[in-house]
């Protein structure tokens, strides 16, 4: 087996979004992050352990907070889709 990376296999790391956050803000960790994002500090750990993805409004409060574009922080993430596809269910209604 190979060890190389297609484009469909890109890495999500939301480590290297948060210490870029920390930077950018010049802040000492990640409750300082969660303070100035106004989430609650288990939001920052739960993200940084994988265990919560980053959400549209949360990836919308760090655009406001830092000036970076939301393109620039989901390559920090490692997001790197050109489109978001919506699944069919989503729009069908619920049958009785």
Same mark, same amino acid.
């Given at each position: 087996?190979?060890?190389?990376?297609?484009?469909?296999?890109?890495?999500?790391?939301?480590?290297?979004?948060?210490?870029?956050?920390?930077?950018?803000?010049?802040?000492?960790?990640?409750?300082? +992050?969660? @303070?100035?994002? /106004? =989430?609650?500090?288990?939001? $920052?750990?739960?993200? &940084?352990?994988?265990?919560?993805?980053?959400?549209?409004?949360? +990836?919308? @409060?760090?655009? /406001? =907070?830092?000036?970076?574009? $939301?393109?620039?922080? &989901?390559?920090?993430?490692?997001?790197?889709?050109?489109?978001?596809?919506?699944?069919?269910?989503?729009?069908?209604?619920?049958?009785?």
């Amino acid at each position: 087996m190979t060890t190389e990376k297609t484009s469909d296999q890109i890495q999500y790391d939301p480590d290297n979004l948060l210490g870029s956050l920390i930077g950018k803000l010049n802040l000492k960790n990640d409750a300082a +992050l969660s @303070r100035a994002l /106004e =989430v609650a500090p288990p939001v $920052i750990s739960k993200i &940084r352990h994988r265990r919560l993805p980053v959400g549209a409004s949360l +990836l919308i @409060r760090m655009h /406001e =907070v830092t000036d970076l574009s $939301i393109k620039d922080l &989901r390559l920090l993430m490692g997001d790197r889709r050109n489109k978001f596809r919506i699944s069919d269910k989503q729009f069908k209604p619920r049958e009785a």
